[in-house]
């Protein structure tokens, strides 16, 4: 809207407030009143208020609307008569400033709106599944079981096969270290695509029923097909007792593809590694029931603490690595659940076919994923388990004290979480695991005393991070706000930063041009999967309000942190 266009809006609307508010009576009399909820109508109609329009929009009439009577009432008692120079000039600045928010209210309209469209567009692809089968595979006998790779505080992870799950592509997802000039040894997934976990059972019971109840959070991460039986006869959707929430399918959080109780078996290195959770039948002096709960998922080559043990990412890699952790934490947040134990262990990786790390969050044992809680927990006794890893507990769950009415949000929790992990993927150690005079205590830091990342690290990434270390939650950027800010620092280049990305038509103009790139790339061969996935990843869950925090976030650490 140019300015002359403006100024002759503006005229006619001062003439016609003005018009109004002198000849109109009932105008007069809502001037004295205030004028503030009820419009003025003609004379036989009754008045009735704007429910119609979303609050916002009623919240600018109305005041525009106050303040017009205010000034007619001052006319009015002043004798200002219509041609006075003042009073031209007071209805044309208030007709200007009616003009320019109307203006702004069409922008958000139609930034909005695209937005939604946007959303709309890129919500409709559904992850793909790794393997070209998964028809059968609800017993343990149907698998062949590799060697153990992993073993936690609950339950030992081992590398399987099962003719049934051939992968989509046979990729060999490898690393590679270099020490001294010679190749280590490279570990490989091909061979045994799938992982079986095989959760410890002390103290649950060995009926179906109350194994599944005792550990139905594990299930939080289960597709729609896991629990049910080969020949449908029987499907076990896992309603014994407190159901968890169930997470739908997302590029940055593990998938258990089957889930079901069998007796426990004597797999290789149990005796010497885990002897004492063994039933009696195995080890007479064996604490574990006979039966237990086994998780059927993706086999990944690495943790991230292997991965980062062996590999150095890059600045790009690092940024992109860090994205994915809040895109998955964003995913489980915006379907009111809480990880509580997020930790380089519980992130596996593999390398897409272009050799960028892809990160999946697993191990959901200690997540709060009830229905009737979301991200809140009821905090009323210190028996109330408050998560795991207490290294990387946020200050507002660790300093959290019992008593009656106290509940913890974990709604940036988890967020918290990933800017700890941030310092480990780019080389340094985790200041929040380090013992002595340099290491951290999450109850008590002073955010004064983080250190900094090396100088290689982007600045937009320092920034995100120092930002999600804040103790006060109320001052942290959501997991979604922190994304949007490493999205716009990657994909916007200096844009934001040389534009007035104020303008909610720049901002809109952005993303329209952003989703035709990423329709255009994605119907091209590319090598990598993990930037298009991110991606895509942002346009489906965008929002203009979050993504203005996000700049403001940005805008505001560059001008706080001198890095």
Not at 57 to 78: E, I, M
Not at 316 to 339: F, N, P, S
Not at 537 to 558: Q, S
Request: aromatic share 8%.
């Amino acid at each position: 809207m140019s300015v002359k266009h403006l100024v002759l809006r503006g005229v006619q609307l001062g003439r016609s407030l003005l018009h109004s508010g002198l000849l109109n009576p009932a105008a007069r009399a809502a001037a004295r009143l205030g004028g503030e909820r009820l419009r003025v109508t003609p004379l036989g109609r009754a008045a009735q208020p704007r429910s119609l329009l979303p609050a916002r929009y009623r919240y600018y009439r109305v005041s525009l609307r106050g303040l017009a009577a205010q000034l007619q009432s001052r006319a009015v008692r002043r004798l200002l008569g219509v041609a006075s120079p003042r009073n031209r000039a007071v209805f044309l600045a208030f007709g200007l400033g009616a003009g320019l928010v109307e203006q702004q209210l069409q922008e958000e309209r139609a930034g909005s709106a695209a937005c939604r469209d946007i959303q709309a567009l890129f919500k409709k692809k559904k992850l793909q599944n790794p393997f070209r089968s998964f028809n059968s595979g609800y017993k343990l006998d149907e698998y062949v079981i590799g060697k153990q790779i992993g073993k936690g505080c609950n339950a030992a992870v081992y590398e399987a096969a099962a003719p049934f799950a051939i992968p989509r592509e046979s990729e060999r997802c490898s690393l590679l270290e270099q020490k001294d000039a010679e190749p280590c040894v490279t570990r490989s997934v091909a061979d045994f695509p799938l992982a079986v976990k095989m959760m410890w059972n002390i103290g649950a019971g060995s009926s179906s029923e109350a194994i599944l109840n005792s550990m139905s959070q594990e299930l939080v991460p289960a597709c729609p097909k896991a629990l049910e039986e080969e020949n449908g006869a029987n499907t076990l959707h896992g309603h014994f007792g407190n159901v968890p929430k169930r997470v739908s399918p997302h590029p940055n959080v593990i998938t258990v593809y089957r889930a079901f109780t069998a007796d426990v078996p004597l797999l290789p290195g149990a005796q010497e590694e885990y002897p004492d959770v063994l039933p009696p039948r195995l080890n007479p002096a064996g604490m574990g029931n006979s039966r237990t709960l086994f998780l059927v998922m993706k086999n990944y080559p690495y943790t991230l603490r292997q991965y980062l043990e062996v590999s150095v990412p890059s600045k790009k890699e690092g940024t992109l690595m860090v994205l994915q952790l809040l895109e998955g934490v964003d995913h489980l947040c915006r379907q009111g659940i809480a990880h509580r134990d997020l930790k380089s262990d519980n992130v596996l990786v593999e390398l897409d076919s272009g050799g960028c790390p892809r990160l999946v969050i697993t191990d959901f044992g200690c997540c709060l994923a009830e229905t009737d809680l979301g991200l809140k927990l009821p905090f009323n006794s210190r028996c109330v388990n408050r998560g795991g890893n207490a290294c990387l507990m946020a200050p507002e769950v660790a300093t959290a004290v019992p008593g009656p009415g106290v509940v913890i949000d974990y709604s940036k929790a988890d967020a918290w979480a990933v800017g700890a992990i941030a310092y480990e993927i780019f080389g340094q150690r985790n200041p929040f695991y380090t013992t002595g005079p340099n290491g951290l205590d999450s109850r008590k830091y002073e955010e004064k005393q983080l250190p900094l990342l090396p100088s290689y690290v982007p600045t937009d990434t320092r920034v995100v991070v120092r930002l999600l270390l804040r103790r006060n939650p109320n001052r942290r950027p959501s997991a979604r706000v922190a994304a949007n800010m490493l999205h716009v620092s990657l994909w916007g280049g200096q844009a934001w930063a040389h534009q007035d990305w104020a303008s909610l038509k720049k901002m809109a103009d952005w993303l329209l041009c952003q989703s035709a790139v990423v329709l255009l790339n994605g119907r091209s061969p590319s090598r990598s999967t993990v930037e298009p996935e991110l991606q895509r990843c942002f346009l489906a869950n965008i929002k203009l309000e979050e993504l203005r925090a996000a700049v403001g976030f940005l805008i505001f650490g560059r001008e706080q942190y001198s890095f």
